[in-house]
């Protein structure tokens, strides 16, 4: 658990971060948004004590985080840096290892772990393992990034825009990778994006910064339903607003009873999809099925509909 | 077919033609210190050693000239500089009248613009091959053997800087051991204190100006007023401190010329260290911070690594530099090979000022060479391990 209190960050006569307080459970993921300088990355940074508050206290599972010396605090926390952060001189492996070591693991449970984290980022170990950096997409980088933050297996993960580089068919793959990480681990996350479509994915609550303050912080439905502030609302694009809410849901939430012909939508696939399906085939309803191939009813048009008005 | 010239290969024709034509090969002169006479190849050379080495020269020339593979211009370059070296002996022994010990024979000009003409088109040769650094360090010993094994058949003995360094043997490798302790030594002392001054500079940002700006200006002082200024400091440590005089720390002597060379030698040092530290990326850094590094393990496992090879090519530039300036301590008593030079110029004997001059060109030569590889190896070792 992390626990915000009143924190603040004022650089000369400038307050970047504004007496903010927040709450994030254990083993869920925070989502951080606002527009560019609200001051997202300086309160991840006051959370590792990379920027010291100017007021205010952090606690990490009750602990204040100045108990620690900054540098073993640092360590027990993932820190995945806007923009990769490599370092060039090192190996991919190499990278990854840099915080086992640091804790002295001894070599072979380092090796075991580089192995596992490349693996579970879909690069060969073999392959990638030995390679610098330079020799790495884009997309690669972001990806050896983020499982070097996971190396030292922390309960606590700050992201800063990880998925920043990636095309959009990467980036879907790896907000997948990373929730499947999140529930294997239980780690708590907290993630700062500029995307509101990843924050309402990834989020289990959505944290709305404007110019140091925090406006908002609540389930994403709810940000979508009854945004705090016209500022929410700009953020979360109001004709975008029914599809995020659909977005939300399953489509085996929304199963009705009945059948219909084509092709059949897994009921696992959020209503979005269903909705896109449904309005791309010309159809006014379509099957569901179940995990194991079994129909489960239909879904339709009106019923999603009534699904994507604001709720009361 | 059209002929299609060379463009480096146009100046080095120029420059080999006149040189081999129109410019004395050896100098003839009766004792060291007249002045010579010209003689040109084929009156320095025996009857059929001159016309072979001139039409050795021509067939280079059009060799360099025209558009030619790559192995035969290293093939004609290297020929020619051995048949340069080996005529030049020759030429010594035949210019010298028979059992005349004042006579002095030695390289002129044309030898000289030919050698100079047909290395740069070795060097050429050899940049165009891009050869690994560890190649390169292989030609600069296979080179130096080869001069060495040229000094020891005694086929140069009858060259005049050869007949001045057999009156001055001991000297000469006294002086050489001076010079290189100089230069090294110097080195090494800037590189221990101009370091951790780089770091504090790097670190403290309101030093870095100030710093930077007297190194500057010490680097502007001309080097003999240097040795002016030290002087009296010195002197005066040596007079007052306990102790100082017994380590050789005199007003005049090598004292202050290694204390000269040391204070040329700390604003590239400490330059190139800021900048190699500035160079390094700021995400990389933010990361080692962010992962829980330790001041000092960010220094010595991202700072200095990624800095290290801006940082070699300021020693570098040090180590040539300090090879060259080295040769000034001699007027202060320093030592080196810089007595040969002076005192060769007091005596306007040329022959003397070459003993001086040509060790220390082929030193610094040397000098860059082995570092300009160990620079490249430092930069690629990267890749390099990635293969292995
Ligand atoms: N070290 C610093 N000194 C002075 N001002 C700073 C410093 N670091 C950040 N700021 C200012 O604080 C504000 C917030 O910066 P911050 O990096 O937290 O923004 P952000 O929300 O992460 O923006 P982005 O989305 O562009 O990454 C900006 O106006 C920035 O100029
Ligand atoms: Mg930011």
Known sequence: MIEIENITKRYDKQTVVNDVSMVIEPRTIAAIVGTSGSGKTTLLRMINRLVEPTSGTIKLDGVDNHSLPDYELRRSIGYAIQGHGLFPHRTVAQNIATVPLLLGWDKERIDERVDELLRLFQLDPAAFGPRYPHELSGGQQQRVGVARALAAKPNVLLMDEPFGALDPIIRTKAQEDLLAIQKHFGTTIILVTHDMEEAVHLGHKIAVMDGGRLVQYAKPAEILAKPASSFVETLVGSSERPFRLLSLGRVGDAVEKGSAEGEAIP????????????????KPALPVRGADGKALGRITVDGLVKLAARPA | MAIRFDKLGVVIAAIAGYAAFFAPFATFRANRIVPGEGRFILDALPAVGGPLL????????????????????????????????????????????????????????????LIFAFTLLLADVLTR???????????????????????????????????????????????ARKHVALALGSLVAAVVVGLPIGILCHRVEVLRAGVLNVLNIIQTIPSIALFGMLIGPLGWLALHVPGAAALGIRGIGTAPAFVALFLYSLLPVVANTVVGLAGVPKAANEAARGMGMTDRQRLFGVEFPLAFPVILTGIRIVLVQNIGLATIAALIGGGGFGVFVFQGVGQTAMDLVLLGAVPTVSLAFA????????IELTATSRRREAVA
């Open chain 1, 267 to 282: 009921a696992d696939a959020s209503q979005r999809d269903a909705l896109a399906e449904l309005l791309w085939s010309g």
């Open chain 2, 54 to 113: 001139l039409a050795l020269i021509i067939a280079a020339i059009f060799v360099a000239l025209l558009k030619t593979p790559l192995a035969w211009r290293l093939v004609a370059s290297v020929a020619v500089l051995i048949a340069l070296a080996l005529a030049i002996g020759v030429a010594g022994s035949f210019l010298t009248p028979p059992n005349n010990t004042f006579a002095r024979i030695s390289p002129a000009s044309g030898f000289w613009l």
């Open chain 2, 129 to 175: 091959l891009e050869l690994s650094p560890f190649v390169r360090i292989g030609i600069l010993l296979v080179a130096a053997v080869a001069v060495g094994a040229l000094l020891a058949s005694g086929s140069w003995d009858s060259l005049s800087i050869l007949k001045e360094y057999a009156n001055r043997a001991g000297s000469f490798w006294a002086e």
């Open chain 2, 367 to 374: 000098a860059a060479i082995v570092l300009d590889a160990v």
